[in-house]
């Protein structure tokens, strides 16, 4: 008979199975390095995933899973009819896969300074851990059934094969394969006017962070990065073999770039693939009559384009990468009255929006989150916290930020 982890009842299961019966906390991410604590931590529950039952059925379920961090509000949920439990601060955030469910966090926030104690059970069954002391960018995952921890990139969503029991190494290479799709070749220049090396631009389009490690472009150079290298939300790099000359030539100095031994692309006809471990994500193809030399060009659109950082909007006016639209939002008025009509702003996004108000030196003075689809008008304080003079609103998803100044008048 075996205990699932700490669990305070048997579960009537062989004790070497690797057949989990009972909920279990297996990863925590408290202190996200990149995106703030409410876009990026998480906790995962695994469940009975595996050992189905001929119907298809876990072989253990209740009515009902619970959650608590130390004496903190018990966080309760349906049982889910999922493998997993992802419980996350911004819904934007779960992956869409049929086998995880996800709930929210509510008001828990991640200690990310010292140890903490969580509690989930469901029916009989509850499993209690220790997590210690987090390490600011890193993942904790927990070691088979043992109350061990190793600080790792996180396995969001999906069970990590090298320490957990049971989980396939595949399970983790599809999902990171969804995301990895977004990662796309904007802009390629495979004869530019010399001296400028030859250079090509990526951008992740999605509102995770990519691992750069995990990408390369396939048969040529290595990896794109060190472990913990990731390239942001809504953010843009340009890759060549010779970064110091590219930035030179560029004159552009705050443009991300990565030196990689790319070799020499082909100025008739040639092509690229860029790879995700062994999977190509994205591939590429040029001859004579894409473009003329020496010009680069957008594999989106197959047209001629000069624009290292920026694309071009429908309209043909260049905007950065990270304006392309994660939201829109709309002022009630640039000009505020101390005395007057309150500010409102309208927020419309997929994802949630951090809404904030700077003073005239741009320090916060008031910040709030607007949910994902809202759509709605939302009241902004600026009578209260604002002075006489310019102020200024800043709206914010991952990497893509847009600030807009504002008056306020007596």
């Keep these: 008979m075996k205990k699932c982890g700490l669990l305070t009842a048997f579960c009537g299961l062989a004790l070497y199975s690797v057949t989990y019966s009972c909920p279990m906390i297996v990863e925590l991410f408290p202190d996200p390095k990149n995106v703030s604590d409410a876009e990026g931590e998480y906790v995962e529950i695994r469940l009975d995933d595996y050992d189905r039952l001929e119907d298809g059925s876990n072989q ?17 949920f349906k049982w889910p009819d999922a493998d997993r439990l992802l419980l996350v601060h911004d819904s934007s955030m779960c992956p869409p896969r049929k086998d995880l469910a996800c709930g929210s966090l509510g008001k828990v926030s991640l200690p990310n300074s010292r140890e ?50 049971g989980v396939k190494e595949d399970s983790l290479l599809t999902l990171a394969g969804e995301w990895a799709k977004s990662l796309k070749m904007t802009e390629i220049h495979h004869c530019p006017e010399e001296p400028m090396p030859e250079w090509v631009e990526l951008y992740n389009a999605s509102a995770y962070p990519l691992p ?44 991300r770039m990565i030196q990689v031994a790319l070799g020499f692309l082909n100025n008739v006809e040639g092509s690229l693939r860029l790879c995700f471990r ?38 043909g006016r260049e905007i950065p990468l990270t304006d392309k ?31 904030s108000l700077l003073d005239s030196a741009g320090r916060r003075v008031w910040k709030f ?18 002075g006489i003079g310019v102020g200024y609103v800043a709206l914010s998803v991952g990497e893509y930020e847009n600030v807009v100044g504002i008056l306020v008048r007596p």
Excluded at 60 to 75: C, P, T
Excluded at 135 to 145: D, E, F, H, I, T
Excluded at 282 to 302: E, H, I, M, Q, R
């Design 369 to 386: 989150v607007v949910p994902s689809m809202s759509n709605e008008w939302v009241y902004v304080p600026v009578q209260e916290n604002l």
């Design 278 to 315: 062994n999977d190509v994500v994205d591939s590429v193809y040029w001859n004579k009559g894409t473009v003329a030399c020496p010009s680069g060009f957008n594999p989106l659109t197959n047209r001629r384009e000069f624009t290292p950082g920026f694309l071009q909007s429908d309209v």
């Design 116 to 165: 903490s104690v969580w509690k989930v059970w469901s029916g009989v069954c509850m499993d209690s851990v220790t997590v210690p002391q987090p390490k600011p960018g890193k993942s904790m995952q927990r070691v088979g059934l043992t109350d061990e921890w190793v600080f790792v990139a996180g396995t969001m969503g999906v069970g990590d094969p090298e320490y957990e029991l």
């Design 60 to 76: 253990f379920r209740a009515d009902s899973l619970f959650v608590r961090f130390e004496s903190k509000e018990i966080l309760a």
């Design 212 to 255: 750069l490690d995990a990408f390369r472009f396939c048969d040529r150079g290595g990896v794109l990065g060190r472990a913990g290298d990731s390239i942001l939300p809504y953010q843009t790099v340009l890759v060549s073999k010779d970064t110091l000359s590219l930035r030179e030539s560029l004159g552009i100095p705050d443009i």
């Design 325 to 355: 639209v994660p939201l829109v939002y709309k002022l009630s008025s640039r000009v505020v009255s101390k005395k007057g009509t309150p500010l409102r702003v309208r927020v419309e996004s997929e994802y949630d929006v951090s809404l």
